[in-house]
């Protein structure tokens, strides 16, 4: 009864991760800010959450395929690799989980990295941006250390003295 019980607690909580990411990503892409050369997506904030919850990964990753989905023109590729890369950024925060309390900070690195790696070249290749990689990188990367550096973080210590009486 009790792993029934975890099985519907954990499914929902990875099912609410990811409607809350479609519904900022989708806020985001009506003042134009979620996708192309400068991107701010605010959802990608919530790539901290796994720290918390495991079954944050696959809420974040269905979430963030569902956005790509949606997204007016995007193409597979951006789909694909746009997912993965915020697969990639929510398995490395698990990982990092147990970093001392004053360098949580860390965990959001992952997110950061994977997206200024992986994004430039689809938006390259994808799209025809005429950009150089490294151009695309930096403007990924701003919007990435905003949205998950400092967003991310502001979440994780809001969230932390909560989330222990929840999870009692």
Known sequence: MK???NLTLYTTRGALIAALYVALTSLATAV??????????????LCILPIFFPE???GLFVGCFISNLMVPGAVIWDI????????IGAVGARLLMSVPEKYKWVATLPTIVANM???PPVLILAYGAPDSYWFLMLTVGIGEIVCV????SGMYYVLRKYVKRWLK
């Open 56 to 58: 944050a990964i696959p």
């Open 32 to 45: 134009g800010m979620s996708s192309g050369v400068i991107q701010f997506r605010i959802s990608e904030a």
């Open 3 to 5: 792993n029934t019980k």
């Open 117 to 119: 790696v992986i994004i």
């Open 149 to 152: 550096g400092v967003l991310g």
């Open 80 to 87: 694909i690799f746009g997912s993965l890369a915020t697969l």
